[in-house]
């Protein structure tokens, strides 16, 4: 089982920043690949950036150049560094981990962008 929880999230305006924070119970070490994703209100989850274990990573087109997905292996934590924020960034982000073919989701932390 693996719990994790997302922190970070608040109201910015446009063009700010924000770094969101994903504490796993578990070593990454052990993390197939770990995501975020975001859901607006009224809209789809959607995926926003992976980093697997190897290092590698894959962003939304919307994002690219704006957020950069990281982690600390020796805190467990997985980040987002969001910079140049825009109202259409405004969502519920998750943090969701794949351990052996099973996906673990976070509660979700809210980020509003305010124009």
């Known amino acids: 089982q693996v719990q994790l929880v997302e922190s970070g999230g608040g109201l910015v305006q446009a063009g700010g920043s924000l770094r969101l924070s994903c504490a796993a119970s578990?070593?990454?070490?052990?993390?197939?690949?770990m995501t975020w994703y975001r859901q607006a209100a009224g809209k789809q989850r959607e995926l926003v950036a992976t980093?697997?274990?190897?290092?590698?990573?894959n962003y939304a087109a919307s994002v690219k150049g704006r957020f950069t997905i990281s982690r600390d292996n020796a805190k467990n934590t997985l980040y987002l560094q969001m910079n140049s924020l825009k109202p259409e960034d405004t969502a519920v982000y998750y943090c969701?981990?794949?351990?052996?073919?099973?996906?673990?989701w976070g509660q979700g932390t809210q980020v509003t962008v305010s124009s």
């Open positions: 578990v070593s990454i070490f052990g993390i197939d690949y």
């Open positions: 969701n981990a794949g351990v052996r073919a099973r996906d673990y």
């Open positions: 980093l697997t274990t190897g290092g590698s990573t």
